[in-house]
């Protein structure tokens, strides 16, 4: 039976900001373009965006790009490319504008300019004092940044597929992508997206962790094709994380509850910051404070049935204090910890929030990989923007602010670029290979018909615990080494998982199978990746290695799912117009 | 329970599925412990609740905002409750 085939220009697969902004691109110069989204656009994670988003306008203080550059450059503990971070940074004022123009509501001034607030690692003069550099909507930026997005490619005709759920990557024998097989979740059924130029616009892959601030649909789709399509990954082992995220729900404590007085606790009730910090106690920096949480895990004192998290008490400061000087967090506490801390420690770990690695791209958004000696030759006809994409701009560490920014520079770059190969390379579509659904239906079918397997949910429970424990904030070679055996295990676990409801229409069992098939390749990728890094640098703290080596580890890794290898490429140190910022000690 | 279609709650069951985290876990409880006894009246005022933008949501579902439709309160209290 003939899968059905829909023929576009272009396919972006991802309705967040990264998508659409790609999206309005493609649909504005007249070319035929759709967007597939598991949910409706806007709803994807993008609305999570609170801070906002960074450009030098200069509307508050003094500020270039030059020095939103080196900020960026800094914060990612020079892993990120410079090309790509300058093409960010100096788009960016230009980017805002235009997201002003298309009528997004950033909060102004009282001359009528755009408001810029303080964001932490933005600075004048390279590192000499703060910048306020921030552009917000309120605390809506991201929800007010698809929305504006959204009406304007309604507008310009971009054609929705909502509540599709992309499957595989379709490369023919050269190796070129030329679309996408993805199911409709209303009626269960399977159709090729044949395109001349595919956008992965996906998102990040949080839920890999069992501590994670990201919403269930993060399950890293766009990566996961790309792995089963024999493309590499970059960076995977880098994830900036927070403290403080209640244990088995993911919603984060504000640091400030350990600023009023809040106390970590281990499972003997000791006060563990005094043994690793004798001075500043709990109030260390984040990225210790988070190290020596897992620590105390990793060596047995974690609390709770799987002795997995550490305690936060409250109580001591009284019901006044925390009433009145952290509002929300007790309801936060009843509601996700099911404690009131007024009375009852909070459970809290270290918690995922961003994926700094992804889908090797360079600044035109397209996606590279090595061939021929080329570290980084084109793949014809795709491309990636986003979380899911590694450009690389955030390196070893992302800037707060910065994501947003990612979202629309890389989108419209993407958009630019994909226009260009298909009016210039593309008079027609190639086409698609013999087969070219039959890895999906294969997939589907294995799912109906599997008999003996496991639960999805307890392979996916045991997948987000090794990755939190091996891959978290505290890192050794032999924890990692661990690690990688046992995700290996769980690996196996998962390609015979089994779904009660074989039914065809809205089967969200099915639906998230699936996801757990693309979870689990990042998880892998994120282990060997971790594993294979002998150095610290940004968000990886190696214990064993605990200093930034230059000589020997400045450069990308890239993870292939076959063999499950790495090979690694150079950071470009080449700027596109102006002098490269040479390493220094990162200090703050 | 109703005589709800019940292809359209497999598709709110779906549509439960958010942007936020906070909205994810508090629906995915409330889809776990009350959505399958609905009345057809609840379930029709629970989808009228899923179509409101995320951030809306989130601070009807906190308490932050009461909305201005009564018969939507019964589930909104639900929620907050959950």
Same mark, same amino acid.
């Given at each position: 039976?003939?899968?059905p085939v ?7 697969v991802?309705?967040g900001?990264?998508g659409?902004r790609?999206?309005l ?5 007249g ?6 989204s598991?949910?409706f ?7 999570a ?9 200069g509307?508050v203080?003094?500020d270039h790009?030059?020095?939103h550059m080196y900020?960026?450059v800094k914060?990612?503990d020079?892993l ?6 300058e ?17 997004m509501?950033f ?11 303080p964001?932490?690692?933005h600075t004048q003069h390279?590192g000499?004092?703060?910048?306020q550099?921030?552009?917000a909507?309120a ?9 504006t997005?959204y009406?304007?490619?309604v507008?310009a005709?971009?054609?929705f597929?909502?509540?599709w ?17 993805a199911?409709?979740?209303?009626t269960g ?9 595919v956008l ?6 949080g839920?890999i962790?069992?501590a994670?601030?990201n919403?269930f ?15 590499? !990954? *970059?960076?995977? /082992?880098f994830?900036?994380?927070? @403290?403080?995220?209640?244990a088995?729900?993911?919603? &984060?404590i504000?640091? +400030?509850?350990?600023g009023?007085?809040?106390i970590?606790?281990?499972?003997d009730?000791e ?8 001075n500043l ?8 404070v988070s190290?020596?949480?897992? !620590? *105390?895990?990793? /060596?047995?004192r974690g609390c709770g @049935?799987?002795k997995d998290?550490?305690?936060?008490? &409250?109580?001591h400061? +009284?019901?006044d204090i ?10 936060i ?13 909070i459970p ?10 992804g889908?090797p791209?360079?600044?035109r958004?397209?996606?590279?990989m ?12 795709f491309y ?7 450009a690389?701009v955030?390196g ?18 993407a ?10 390379e593309m008079p027609?579509?190639?086409?698609l290979?013999?087969d070219?659904a ?9 799912l109906?018909n ?5 639960d999805?949910?307890?392979v ?6 090794t ?7 505290f ?5 990692m ?11 196996e676990r998962a ?5 009660k409801?074989?039914?065809?229409v809205?089967?969200?069992a ?5 996801e ?13 990746a971790?594993d ?7 968000a ?15 450069k990308h890794?890239l993870f292939?799912g076959?063999?499950r290898?790495m090979?690694y490429?150079?950071?470009h140190t080449r700027?596109?117009?102006v002098?490269y ?5 990162r200090?703050? | ?7 359209e709650m ?5 549509r439960?599925?958010r ?12 889809l ?7 009345t057809g009246?609840?379930l029709?005022?629970?989808r ?23 018969e ?11």
């Open positions: 039976m003939g899968v829909r023929r576009f220009d272009a396919v972006i991802g309705g900001g990264a659409l790609a999206a691109q493609l649909s504005e110069s070319l035929k373009t759709a967007v597939l598991k949910v656009p806007t709803r994807s994670h993008t609305v965006a609170q801070g906002g988003i960074s450009a030098s306008l509307n203080q003094e790009w030059e020095w900020d960026t914060g990612s020079w990120g490319d410079q090309d790509a971070i093409y960010m940074c100096r788009k960016a004022p230009e980017a805002v504008i235009e997201l002003e123009h298309f009528g509501p909060d102004r001034l009282e001359n009528g300019k755009i408001y810029q607030r964001f932490g690692g390279n000499k004092t703060p910048v550099r921030a552009c909507a605390d809506r930026t991201g929800h007010a940044m698809l929305h997005l009406q304007r490619n507008r005709n971009t054609q597929f909502v509540e759920m992309a499957l595989d990557l379709i490369r023919d024998a050269d190796g070129d992508v030329v679309g996408v097989t199911l409709e979740m209303e059924e399977i159709y090729i997206f044949h395109a001349k130029a992965f616009a996906t998102g990040g892959a839920r962790y069992s994670s601030t919403a649909i993060n399950t890293g789709d766009g990566l996961g094709m790309a792995v089963r399509a024999g493309l590499p !990954l *970059e960076d995977m /082992e994830w900036q994380f927070h @403290p403080t995220g209640v088995g729900a993911g919603v &984060l504000t640091e +400030g509850v350990r009023e007085g809040g970590l606790l281990n499972a009730g006060r563990f910051m005094e043994r690793y910090a004798p106690k709990d109030l260390a920096p984040r990225d210790f190290r020596s949480m897992e !620590l *105390e895990v990793l /060596e047995g @049935p799987h998290y550490v305690l936060l008490k &409250l109580d400061l +009284g019901p925390i009433n009145q000087r952290l509002p929300g967090i007790r309801e506490a009843i509601k996700f910890a099911g404690v009131d801390p007024i009375k009852d420690p809290v770990i270290p918690t995922c929030h961003y994926m700094m690695g889908i791209t360079n600044w958004g397209e996606v590279v090595p061939k021929g000696g080329d570290p980084e030759s084109r793949v014809n006809g990636a923007a986003g979380e899911c994409a590694c690389s955030h070893a560490n992302r800037l707060g602010t910065n994501s947003l920014l990612d979202l629309v520079v890389f989108g419209k770059s958009g630019d670029h994909m226009i260009d190969y298909i009016r210039g027609d579509w190639k086409p290979p013999a070219a039959g890895p999906s239906l294969a997939r589907i079918a294995r109906d599997q008999t003996g397997g496991e999805v949910a307890e996916r429970a045991a997948m987000q615990r990755v939190q424990s091996r891959a978290g904030v890192r050794n070679a032999a924890n080494a661990l690690g990688v055996e046992e995700i290996a295990a769980v690996a390609k015979f998982t089994q779904i409801d074989k039914s065809k809205f089967n969200t099915r639906t998230e199978a699936l757990l098939d693309n979870l689990i390749e990042i998880a892998v990728a994120t282990l060997v971790a294979g890094r002998k150095e610290s640098r940004g990886h703290a190696h214990d064993d290695f605990p200093h930034r080596d230059d000589e020997n580890w400045m890794s292939f076959e063999g290898r090979e490429k150079p950071v700027p596109l117009t002098d910022i040479p390493p220094k000690e200090t703050f | 329970m109703s005589d709800f279609d019940p292809v497999k598709r709110m069951r779906w439960s599925r942007g936020l985290l906070e909205l994810d876990l508090v629906l995915e409880r409330f776990a412990r009350r959505f399958d006894t609905l009246d609840q029709l005022a629970y009228t609740l899923l179509d409101l933008p995320d951030t809306d949501f989130l601070e009807v579902v906190n308490g932050k905002v009461d909305l201005d439709a009564p939507l309160m019964e589930i909104v209290d639900m929620l907050r409750a959950i």
